[in-house]
Every structure is written in structure tokens, then in C-alpha cells.
């Protein structure tokens, strides 16, 4: 929830710090987990649709094994407030290198989420990927 001195951009914003930190330096899956929600959860990448944590958890083991040295930078997020849940668009540069060849990778990925409100903060019930192209 947002406080009186917290706007809904700074608090879209500091969430998706958090969310892009863990996937940096590949935190403890459960952190990521508790960024999302426990029912109709949908994560749309472009190698794959996620409907549950328990393919989240699957997905996040195979993308850990194969690349390294990730970084995300976010260019921009705008974030709207729909009633009972926050829809952005927020738009992020991915570098990595690929275990698998040792290629380094640039993207910028351009996405929709869609967040709802807990007791213990912000979670995704929608992450889709909408663009990524390489730089």
C-alpha cells in the first residue's frame, strides 16, 4: 500500500527495482516468489507462458542456468491505478551472457504488468512480455 508521501510511480518504481535486483544476482527463488501472486498468476516470456509458481519455479532454475552476469536497467515505468489492481508498462534493458556459448546478450524488453495489493505489499498477477528486441 502507498503511503500519503508515496506516490503510485514511486512505488511501482521501488518494486520493480527489488523484482529486477533479484533477477540480477539470481536471489534465493522464494524471494521471487514472494512477489507473486498465490492465484492467476500468468507470465507471458517469449519462450513460454507461466500459469502457476510451481512453473515460475521451474522457469527460473532453467533462465539461472542459462545466463550469468545479468543486469536490468529500467528505462521507464508508468503505472495506473485500476481499482483493484495497478496495470504498467515498463520498459527494461537485459544484458547477459549466455552459459552456453559465452555470448553476451542486450535487449529491450518492453512489458505489461499487472499488480495487486497484500497485506505485505505489491505482487505481479501479470508480467507479459509485450516486445524484445536486440540492441
Same mark, same amino acid.
Given at each position: 500500500m ?8 514511486? %512505488? =511501482? +518504481?521501488?518494486?520493480?527495482? &527489488? ?5 540480477? =544476482?539470481?536471489?534465493?527463488? *522464494? ?10 498468476? =500468468? ?5 513460454r507462458t &507461466?500459469? +502457476? @509458481?510451481a ?17 536490468? @536497467? ?17 520498459? =527494461?534493458?537485459? $544484458?547477459a551472457? *549466455?552459459? %552456453?556459448?559465452g +555470448? $553476451?546478450?542486450? /535487449? $529491450? ?6 499488480? $495487486? ?7 505481479? %498477477? ?8 536486440? /540492441?
Amino acid at each position: 500500500m502507498t503511503t500519503k508521501s508515496e506516490t503510485l510511480s514511486d %512505488s =511501482v +518504481s521501488a518494486f520493480a527495482a &527489488l523484482w529486477f535486483g533479484y533477477l540480477d =544476482v539470481h536471489a534465493p527463488e *522464494q524471494q521471487l516468489v514472494d512477489c507473486l501472486a498465490d492465484d492467476g498468476l =500468468v507470465m507471458v516470456f517469449p519462450e513460454r507462458t &507461466l500459469r +502457476s @509458481v510451481a512453473e515460475f519455479r521451474d522457469w527460473y532454475a532453467t533462465v539461472c542456468l542459462a545466463y550469468t552476469d545479468e543486469t536490468h @536497467v529500467i528505462e521507464e515505468i508508468t503505472a495506473t491505478n485500476e481499482g483493484d489492481h495497478i496495470e504498467a508498462s515498463v520498459v =527494461v534493458i537485459w $544484458r547477459a551472457t *549466455q552459459t %552456453s556459448d559465452g +555470448s $553476451r546478450l542486450q /535487449m $529491450r524488453a518492453r512489458q505489461t504488468w499487472e499488480l $495487486r495489493h497484500t497485506a505485505t505489499g505489491l505482487v505481479i %498477477s501479470l508480467y507479459r512480455v509485450d516486445e524484445l528486441a536486440a /540492441m
